[in-house]
């Protein structure tokens, strides 16, 4: 099976021990003068600072995190999900 192909096939929970290495590498990168952050995006526009990411079914990720400071959970395919790593300086 071609490597694209495969790719499809991955559960929610290989998909997070992946992005949890690339975030972990990233992060060694980092200032200490600065704060890494990890967000994604809501199709609402929102801006969702991401504090933690579990598995939930297959496929599928639940992501709990805050919304301008305001607590927030929500469940996304994780072939939809949009992440994107930021360090605020201190």
Request: proline share 4%.
């Amino acid at each position: 099976m071609p490597k694209e192909r495969e790719h499809r096939f991955e559960s929610a929970g290989e998909f997070i021990r992946r992005l949890a290495h690339r975030v972990a590498k990233w992060r060694e990168g980092v200032a200490e003068d600065e704060v890494p952050v990890v967000l994604t995006f809501l199709p609402t526009g929102d801006v969702v600072e991401v504090l933690t990411i579990g598995e939930d079914g297959h496929s599928s990720v639940v992501i709990e995190g805050a919304i301008d400071g305001a607590p927030c959970m929500f469940i996304s395919h994780q072939a939809s999900l949009q992440v994107s790593f930021a360090t605020l300086g201190n």
